[in-house]
């Protein structure tokens, strides 16, 4: 059952000890004051009822809630009737604001850093703030809980022993491309967020890039609309006017199969070797099957290397040319 909602959070003015409280299933729970220093505490990216215990005893126990938003953090503290003094830090006004909670805790105070959903400082303004808090000596405390990145790797039924956060891609199209290109020479399983306006866009580079791979599309996760797409890339791309854009996008892309990726001069050797008997589209995708890398950037390396070949038969036969012409003359 819900606690009733009450109207006791304020953005000005400081919390009492007396209003160290909050509500759960409509008892009232008294919060000890939090230890000085900087809590980061993670809250929940989509179902409020994914808040911690510990989490809410630390909100309520802080005398400043630091937040992104103080309008999606309030739907947390009212939910909760939790009273907070809430005070707006995010990227816009993160210079102002860090100097002024670094004075607070030089007077002892206890913060909490919140984002507007999961776990502060992951794709979230913070890092800054933490590294100076760390510098003037104070404590940092982190409180574990909620993420986007750990809930889509847990359902997307791939390998998790190894894997690479990356966050936003590039709006761009060729930066984005280009970037997928990096990130597919990597032998774990990635990790992206994507915004919904993007997401179908992004699915089709991924298709030219690592096609093959299994992936997972995690849309909305905890939320009432939460949906997961589990396929290979290339499938997930071609059914792409089926899914719904609306919401937030977290993209699991698999590690290649069975394979590691060839380092660059390596693979070199292999498409020289190759083209000395086969045709660049033979060779391309030779390379392709055993080096783990990208078809597009095979390719694109496999003209080089065929037209740097073309020069150097051109230079011998001039040079055998050459000899022959000195021979005749003597």
Request: aromatic share 4%; hydrophobic share 40%.
């Amino acid at each position: 059952m819900r606690a009733k909602a009450v109207s006791t959070n304020t953005t000005e003015g400081v919390t009492g000890t007396s209003a160290r409280t909050f509500s759960l299933g409509g008892h009232v729970l008294t919060a000890p004051k939090a230890a000085p220093g900087l809590h980061l505490v993670a809250t929940p990216i989509g179902n409020l009822g994914d808040i911690t215990l510990r989490a809410l005893e630390t909100l309520a126990g802080v005398d400043i809630i630091a937040c992104e938003d103080t309008r999606i953090t309030r739907r947390l503290t009212e939910r909760y009737a939790i009273a907070a003094l809430l005070k707006p830090y995010h990227e816009h006004n993160a210079a102002l604001a860090r100097p002024k909670i670094l004075e607070r805790l030089a007077q002892g105070a206890s913060i909490a850093l919140v984002s507007d959903a999961g776990t502060p400082l992951i794709s979230d303004p913070g890092f800054k703030l933490v590294r100076e808090v760390c510098a003037a000596g104070h404590q940092v405390i982190a409180l574990p809980g909620p993420s986007s990145v750990l809930a889509a790797l847990a359902v997307a039924a791939l390998p998790t022993d190894r894997f690479y956060f990356e966050g936003f891609l590039p709006s761009k199209e060729t930066a984005r491309r280009a970037r997928l290109t990096e990130l597919a020479r990597i032998d774990a399983t990635l990790v992206m967020f994507e915004s919904g306006n993007r997401v179908q866009d992004t699915l089709a580079d991924l298709a030219g890039i690592m096609g093959a791979r299994d992936a997972a599309i995690c849309r909305e996760m905890t939320k009432m609309h939460e949906e997961v797409r589990r396929a290979p890339v290339s499938e997930l791309a071609r059914a792409v006017d089926t899914l719904e854009t609306r919401g937030e996008f977290v993209l699991v892309i698999g590690p290649p199969a069975g394979t590691q990726i060839m380092a660059e001069h390596e693979l070199d050797d292999l498409l020289r070797s190759s083209l000395q008997r086969d045709s660049v589209k033979d060779a391309v995708a030779h390379a392709v099957e055993l080096s783990g890398r990208p078809r597009r950037e095979i390719y694109a390396r496999a003209l080089e290397l065929a037209k740097e070949t073309d020069k150097e038969l051109v230079k011998e036969a001039d040079k055998r040319a050459e000899a022959e012409g000195d021979d005749g003359k003597d």
